[in-house]
C-alpha cells in the first residue's frame, strides 16, 4: 500500500470495493454498462489467480472511495517447459481530479520483474507511448479469415464443448479445464478430429467488425495450440460457424496467413508485452476479451 496523501492511498482491489470500482469504470468508459463491468468483476473474482498476485488490481482509494482503477488479470502458462505468469493490463481509469497520481497504478502494477505484462487492446494513438514504457509488439495485426472456402479435409468432425463436459477424448485434463471454463464465459468451444491425427482444440469468441454502417458476424480466435491446425480446420469450423450465422474467423497475425482465404490488416489489432516470455499468437485465454468481453 502506498501513502500518497492523508486521505489518498494506492492499495489492491479487494471484493468489498467491486461495487465502487464498478461505478468508476462506468463514469469512465461510455458506452459500457454497469452489468458489463460487474459480469466480469465477479469472473474476476471466481476464478483461479496465481498464489501471491493481485486478485483484481490496484486503486486510488480517497477516503474509502475509488477515483482510480488499474484492473490486473493474471494467469499461468506453460512456456518451454516451465510455468510463467502472465498479466493483462485492463481498464485503466482515473477521475479527472486525480489525474496527477495516474502513473503510480502503472509503476506499481509493472513492479514485477517475473511477469510478463500484456496490452492485448491499446487505442492507435497510445501506441508510441505504450512503446517508451518499454512495451514490444508481439502482434502488429489481424487476419480476417473466411474459414468455409478454405480446403476441406475429408472425414474431419467438429465437436462443441458445453459448460458441463467433464472429459474429453484425447485430451489432458488442463486443457478440457480451459475449453469448458470458456464455454462457461460464452466462449465457443470446439474440438477437432481427423481419422489420422486429432483432437484439436480450439476456442472462438463473437465480434462484430465495423465498417462504416457495416458489421459483419464474425468470430475472434481465443485459443488454438498453433495456426497451422486452425488452418487444417478451417473448412469445417468455418462451415460450423455458417450454421450459426458467422461468416469470418478474426486471428492474431504478422502478416498473411498461408492457407486461409481472407486478408490481413495492420489498421487495428496490435498486441505489446513486456517481461521475460514473449506471447505466442492465438492465445488470447483469459484476458480481458473473455472475462469482459469485446
Not at 34 to 46: E, F, K, N, P, S
Not at 80 to 109: M, Q
Not at 245 to 250: F, N
Request: with cysteine; aromatic share 10%; proline share 8%.
Amino acid at each position: 500500500m502506498a501513502v500518497l496523501t492523508q486521505k489518498l492511498r494506492c492499495r489492491e482491489i479487494s471484493e468489498a470495493d467491486l461495487d465502487g470500482v464498478a461505478d468508476l469504470l462506468t463514469r469512465g468508459f461510455v458506452g459500457r454498462s454497469r452489468h458489463y463491468w460487474m459480469q466480469g468483476l465477479r469472473r474476476q473474482a471466481a476464478r483461479q489467480v496465481p498464489n501471491g498476485y493481485p486478485r483484481f488490481g490496484y486503486m486510488l482509494d480517497n477516503g474509502g472511495m475509488p477515483v482510480g482503477v488499474l484492473l490486473l488479470l493474471y494467469s499461468s502458462r506453460m512456456n518451454g517447459g516451465e510455468t510463467a505468469v502472465h498479466c493483462n493490463l485492463s481498464s485503466w481509469y482515473v477521475d479527472p481530479a486525480f489525474r496527477n497520481y495516474a502513473p503510480l497504478l502503472t509503476k506499481i502494477a509493472q513492479k514485477n520483474k517475473e511477469v510478463t505484462y500484456l496490452n492485448i487492446s491499446p487505442a492507435t494513438w497510445t501506441w508510441p507511448i505504450i512503446e517508451a514504457q518499454g512495451f514490444n509488439s508481439y502482434c502488429s495485426g489481424l487476419f480476417f479469415s473466411l474459414p468455409a472456402l478454405s480446403r476441406l479435409e475429408p472425414g474431419l468432425t467438429v465437436d462443441t464443448i458445453s459448460p458441463d463436459t467433464h472429459a474429453i477424448e484425447g485430451l489432458p485434463d488442463p486443457e478440457v479445464e480451459l475449453l469448458v471454463n470458456h464455454a462457461q464465459y460464452g466462449c465457443l468451444s470446439l474440438v477437432c478430429r481427423t481419422p489420422g491425427g486429432g483432437p484439436f482444440p480450439f476456442i472462438l469468441i463473437p465480434m462484430r467488425i465495423r465498417r462504416g454502417w457495416l458489421a459483419p458476424p464474425a468470430m475472434q480466435l481465443v485459443y488454438c495450440r498453433d495456426i497451422a491446425e486452425y488452418v487444417r480446420c478451417a473448412c469445417a469450423i468455418g462451415r460450423t460457424l455458417l450454421r450459426r450465422g458467422k461468416l469470418s474467423v478474426i486471428l492474431d497475425a504478422n502478416g498473411p496467413v498461408p492457407g486461409l482465404t481472407g486478408f490481413y490488416s495492420k489498421a487495428r489489432g496490435r498486441k505489446y508485452f513486456k517481461g521475460p516470455h514473449r506471447p505466442r499468437l492465438a492465445d488470447l485465454t483469459d484476458t480481458e476479451l473473455v472475462l469482459y468481453g469485446p
